[in-house]
């Protein structure tokens, strides 16, 4: 009921906070006082929108009775909402710019004059004033603060590399589901969580988000890992497992589009885990476990949210396509379009399906809009085989990997980027290790490989600007030592080239130097793949990283006299500009403008008389510049880092070799009547190893077709040279020689022996010979490979296990056995290597019958289809490269050519 006021003494109502009706009836509440006062319209509609924002921040998380107060005089108008949670106090959340809730309280700081929340008693009230007048407002305005829990009932839970972005768009969507859940409830729809323990688990929700914003303060949006530590009440561990349990239950009705909430992606579920199993698991007495060492899926990745630059897409040499979550192309690089033979611009704007073959549309559809409406990735992260299309209509065999990033207003986009099937993702023969252009020390060291084992805890960092002591002086002999030893290991233990450079500058701003610079040289082309400072806010200027302008004549600066081999040069912190001056020059002038320098080192990066970058090391404070006796010592931490740069070059000219080699002895296949045929071949998604895996195809002189499978031990050169040598006797016994399969893999395992001792091998060989037309036979033998597998889409699948013999290369003359088998028209014969049936720590019956099963669930599909449907179904996360042969009887005509 209204209390009975005097005139001008404010009027207050009464409401059921437990329902959704009772923000409606505040609001309606609110316009008839403020009309009956002769309140302006626009005063009057702004404090009914912040009476809602009050009144329903209430009803979601208060759910208690609630009294509206509103005061309208002639110079300002006051509302309250009073509620029975003062436990409860508002905390303002950090929200993704294109967020759809969350943002109450924040309409209420911009909307209003004045605002705040009290407590006292058993109820907090709310409140908010709006200006009739021209006047001063008052003290400004400020929520309360967030406060750390403190006390004996309280616990530390330390949460080491926290993301920033990411755990901000975590927290969002928590609250998100949990809002739409509390909003379904009042409908009578509780999707099967029941309401006292959706209660429990806001409640849960706020406490967490509290004690978070408590512990960040201001650095709440700020990007980037930290550690920080939550105070939180000992008993709540069940609590926040009941809190897990309802958001878990809210994700699966949202995948079963019973929410409006999309599911979270998968990076944002990944952290959520980590980030209520160290909740509880501490507050269980358990030591605190990184987010930067916790084993994730590749479609989890990255490690935090960072906006995506465009500029990066456009200089990147992989070709890259970007897409909205509208699938239309945002932006492409010149590699995607020439690859594709597109220009850039006539790209843009268009959908994705513009590049994708008409057979793998509605596939590629149902997978985004899967992704979207239910959070679950199929190849996200992983590197696929498939074909894209070219402008001109034919296809192009690529391996795709898709990673999803966030836009600057929070949208998501999805970044694939292409590289043909003639080589695999990893460094390219000129290789590119870009990261983001500056990075800060202000995070934990970089995740400790797993054979020495993670540290427990986080060493502090010094305070930014600042060096440790036993840096700030001459170091000693043994801290020298030290320091190369652990730059040596980093190199030595890092995947790539590019996650070593950045644990090794690491090492360097926290040990040596304020800043550091890595440039690579390749011919006359300056790549700058690194800079990093030890201040956080100088990290955010970036900008810095990327290709630079080339080595040319007329570069005379000190980068470029060291990209020529002088040095060390002890550089005095300023470098003075000098006529004729370059874009190399200027550009690194500009970069000890950007940061402060008192002296500063710059070595060449040399082995075995050849340059291959610079590094480039300053310390900023006056008292404690670089001196001569350091020249040496840098020296030596430059010849570590060259030495690691030198290696990765010559692996990747190898590799480049070999795999060049393997897939130019890949054939062409022949066109023969009444036979339609397709193969493939992918590298593994998961390896820049290459192995010796091949097929072959060709008539022979009496008609019939030779069908060849193998793979050679080994993954390196010598085991593509290996291959090139098999497959050319194998091809040069089967055309001489007409025989049975049987007898022809022995003659090429008696020739192989005269070539090589130590390697071994598997093979089937077979011949398709058509006995009538129409009525085709397949004879085979095979020496230790997997069996050939017939796919009939009206009697079902089965392994072709006869013909069975020994590997070859064993040096045992063991008899070889032959098998016959007819292929009905219509029927598909698959000759594969293991890459597309074996997975470590399977038992291979049980791979063999997943590829039976996808293979007999497309035993309708075109070959074509077939083929490229089985590399992406089962291909994604090969850890071997894949070789793939299909036949088919049936009517051929033209339009079934070669495949690229």
Not at 152 to 166: E, H, N, Q
Not at 424 to 453: I, K, Q
Not at 704 to 719: P, T
Request: glycine share 8%.
């Amino acid at each position: 009921m209204d209390s009975s006021p005097s005139p001008g003494a404010p009027r207050s109502r009464r409401f059921d906070g437990r329902r959704a009706d009772s923000v409606a009836a505040a609001r309606g509440f609110v316009r008839s006082v403020l009309e009956a006062a002769g309140t302006p319209p626009e005063p009057l509609d702004t404090a009914c929108l912040l009476v809602s924002e009050l009144a329903t921040n209430s009803f979601l998380h208060a759910r208690t009775e609630v009294e509206v107060t509103v005061r309208a005089g002639e110079e300002r108008i006051r509302l309250e909402v009073a509620d029975r949670r003062p436990d409860l106090m508002p905390v303002p959340r950090t929200c993704p710019p294109n967020a759809g809730t969350g943002r109450g309280l924040g309409v209420v700081t911009e909307l209003a004059d004045r605002f705040g929340a009290d407590r006292g008693g058993e109820e907090k009230r709310v409140w908010c004033e709006l200006l009739l007048r021209e006047g001063r407002p008052g003290a400004p305005s400020r929520w309360p603060p967030a406060r750390p829990l403190a006390g004996p009932d309280t616990l530390p839970v330390v949460l080491i590399d926290l993301p920033g972005a990411l755990h901000v768009t975590s927290e969002h969507h928590r609250h998100a589901v949990l809002r739409e859940l509390a909003l379904a409830g009042t409908i009578g729809d509780r999707l099967g969580v029941d309401p006292e323990e959706l209660r429990a688990a806001r409640d849960t929700c706020n406490v967490l988000g509290a004690a978070a914003q408590a512990a960040l303060g201001d650095r709440r949006s700020v990007t980037g890992i930290r550690t920080v530590t939550l105070s939180l009440p000992a008993g709540s561990g069940p609590a926040v497992r009941l809190l897990r349990r309802v958001l878990e239950s809210a994700e699966e009705a949202s995948r079963d589009e019973l929410l409006l909430t999309r599911p979270g992606l998968p990076q944002s579920q990944a952290l959520q885990d980590w980030f209520f199993g160290q909740i509880t698991a501490q507050l269980d007495g358990a030591l605190p476990t990184a987010w930067t060492v916790v084993p994730r899926d590749p479609s989890a990745s990255p490690l935090d949210l960072v906006p995506w630059d465009e500029e990066e897409v456009h200089t990147s040499r992989l070709a890259t396509v970007v897409v909205d979550d509208d699938n239309l192309i945002v932006a492409v690089n010149a590699p995607a379009a020439d690859l594709l033979g597109w220009d850039r611009d006539a790209l843009v704007g268009r959908y994705l399906t513009t590049l994708i073959p008409d057979h793998l549309r509605q596939r590629h559809l149902a997978a985004f809009h899967s992704l979207l409406l239910t959070g679950q990735p199929r190849i996200l992260g992983r590197p696929v085989p498939l074909p894209a299309l070219h402008r001109d209509g034919h296809l192009v065999p690529v391996r795709l990997l898709i990673q999803a990033q966030e836009m600057a207003d929070g949208h998501t986009v999805f970044i694939g980027q292409m590289v043909p099937r003639s080589t695999a993702f990893g460094p390219d023969p000129r290789p590119s290790h870009r990261r983001p252009a500056v990075r800060s020390t202000g995070v934990p060291e970089p995740p400790v490989p797993s054979h020495r084992g993670a540290p427990e805890e986080t060493p502090d960092l010094p305070e930014a600007g600042r060096r440790p002591a036993a840096a700030a002086a001459a170091m000693a002999a043994m801290d020298r030592l030290s320091l190369l030893a652990d730059v040596g290991r980093e190199l030595a233990d890092a995947s790539e080239l590019g996650q070593g450079l950045h644990a090794v500058s690491a090492h360097l701003v926290r040990r040596l130097a304020d800043w550091c610079v890595i440039d690579l040289l390749d011919g006359e082309t300056v790549e700058r793949v690194g800079v990093m400072h030890r201040d956080r806010t100088r990290a955010e200027e970036g900008g810095l990283e990327g290709r630079l302008p080339p080595l040319s004549e007329s570069a005379r600066g000190p980068l470029a006299r060291t990209l020529r081999g002088a040095g060390p040069l002890l550089l005095d912190g300023r470098i003075p500009p000098h006529p004729g001056e370059c874009g190399l020059d200027s550009g690194y002038r500009s970069l000890f403008e950007q940061f402060a320098c008192a002296g500063a080192v710059v070595a060449p990066l040399r082995a075995r008389r050849q340059i291959f970058g610079a590094l480039t090391l300053a310390r900023e404070d006056p008292s404690d510049p670089f001196v001569e006796s350091d020249l040496a010592f840098v020296d030596d931490l430059a010849r570590a880092v060259a030495l690691a740069v030198e290696n990765q070059r010559l692996y990747d000219g190898t590799r480049y070799v070999a795999e060049r080699l393997q897939r130019d002895l890949l054939p062409a296949l022949p066109r023969m009547p009444g036979l339609r045929l397709d193969a493939s071949y992918a590298t593994s998604s998961v390896t820049t190893r290459i192995g010796g895996d091949w097929y072959d195809c060709f008539r022979l002189p009496d008609g019939d077709l030779a069908l060849i499978i193998g793979d050679i031990a080994g993954h390196d050169l010598e085991a593509a040279i290996t291959m090139s040598q098999l497959r050319s006797m194998l091809r040069g016994i089967a055309l001489d020689r007409q025989e049975p399969a049987e007898e022809v893999l022995r003659r090429l395992d008696l020739a192989d022996r005269s070539l090589r001792s130590a390697t071994t091998a598997t093979c089937v060989y077979g011949r398709m010979r058509e006995l009538r037309p129409g009525d085709w036979e397949f004879h085979f033998s095979s020496a230790g490979h997997l069996p050939p597998l017939l796919v009939d889409p009206e009697r079902g699948a089965r392994l072709l296990e006869g013909g069975t013999g020994p590997m070859l290369g064993t040096g045992h003359d063991l008899p070889r056995e032959g098998a016959s088998v007819r292929v009905p028209q219509g029927a598909t014969l698959l000759l594969f290597t293991d890459g597309l049936a074996e997975r470590r720590g399977e038992d291979i019956d049980d791979s063999l019958r997943r590829l039976h099963d996808q293979a007999l669930a497309l035993a309708h599909e075109p070959l074509g289809t077939l083929c490229d449907e089985l590399l992406i179904r089962l291909g994604a996360d090969a850890t071997d490269d894949i070789a793939l042969l299909a036949v088919r009887p049936g009517q051929t005509d033209d339009a079934d050519g070669e495949r690229d």
